[in-house]
């Protein structure tokens, strides 16, 4: 069990390659060229892709978001995700990544999406450059031992997230 967990990351990687490798190629829109307003109704999104990276550019209301076509647990499409609010929430685990800087809100992901700066010209949305992650999160405060019970994805993401945290719970050293 040791050696699976401390291998999580890459071998979450590793498989979300594998998926993302058999997502069958279809045309998607350069979404640097402009993305026509009155085709994004409220609530939806569609794939596309920049500077040969696949993004997904979501609309809620009059804001508009550009961020990674995967999620960063086994590298299903986030365009298959319901829009909540301003996150995006993954169908397959439940994972949940922050629209406005492509945080992971919730496990099992732990890495963020990448996000883009869009902006609006005319009746059109515009994918620009690359914004900066957030900063990862290091709680300093927190129980002083934890009990997992399963082993699935969300219990092997608390262990992961319990071992890279600067306090570490005593039960999951
Ligand atoms: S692949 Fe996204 S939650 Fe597992």
């Known amino acids: 069990m040791t050696a699976s967990i401390l291998n999580l990351p890459q071998y979450r990687n590793q498989l979300g390659r594998q998926i993302v490798a058999e997502t069958p190629e279809t045309n998607k829109p350069d979404l640097k060229n402009g993305f026509p307003i009155h085709d994004l109704g409220d609530g939806s999104m569609i794939s596309g892709h920049v500077d040969g ?25 986030l365009a298959e995700g319901l829009i909540v609010g301003d996150t995006v929430r993954r169908p397959w685990h439940h994972a949940c990544f922050s629209l406005r ?43 002083s031992s934890v009990v997992i019970v399963g082993g699935g994805a969300a219990g092997l993401a608390v262990v992961y997230c319990e071992r890279s945290s600067k306090s570490p719970s005593k039960s999951v050293k």
């Open 101 to 143: 800087n492509g945080e992971a809100l919730r496990a099992p992901a732990l890495d963020p999406v990448p996000c883009w700066r869009v902006e609006r010209l005319g009746d059109k949305i515009l994918v620009r450059e690359k914004a900066s992650p957030p900063a990862p999160k290091r709680g300093t405060e927190g129980p």
């Open 53 to 77: 990276e696949e993004l997904v550019l979501v609309r809620r209301g009059d804001e508009f978001f550009a961020i990674g076509a995967h999620c960063t647990h086994y590298g299903g499409p």
